[in-house]
């Protein structure tokens, strides 16, 4: 089994920053794919950035790019979703999540239990 917890969500104005970890345990591996995702209210959940947990290849959503950056510590299990120039509509919970994958959107067996993140305008 994989658990992942996420923290790091909040209240912050458009224009400001939040950086959400995500830590794994249990039974990972090196080939997992590990990524983000996002869920507004009334809204599917939808794609918001991936890594490959080998090498440095990373993928994000068009909504995204240019102002969220994913990134992985090896030695803390850890992945890092760093979200610069926030607008309101960024505003969901985020999930983490984690599988071996060949399409980084998915499908993902692994979820966090999710960390609100809210952006005030």
């Known amino acids: 089994q994989v658990q992942l917890v996420e923290s790091g969500g909040g209240l912050v104005q458009a224009g400001g920053s939040l950086r959400l970890s995500c830590v794994a345990s249990?039974?990972?591996?090196?080939?997992?794919?590990m990524a983000w995702f996002r869920q507004a209210p009334g809204k599917d959940r939808e794609f918001v950035a991936a890594?490959?947990?080998?090498?440095?290849?990373?993928y994000y959503a068009d909504s995204v790019k240019g102002r969220f950056t994913i990134s992985r510590e090896y030695a803390k299990n850890t992945v890092y979703l760093q979200m610069n120039n926030l607008k309101p509509e960024d505003t969901a919970v985020y999930y983490c999540?984690?599988?071996?994958?060949?399409?980084?959107?998915?499908?993902?067996?692994?979820w966090g239990q999710g960390t609100q993140v809210t952006v005030s305008s």
């Open positions: 999540a984690t599988d071996w994958v060949v399409s980084t959107t998915g499908p993902y067996n692994y």
């Open positions: 249990g039974r990972t591996f090196s080939s997992y794919t």
């Open positions: 890594i490959r947990w080998t090498g440095d290849s990373t």
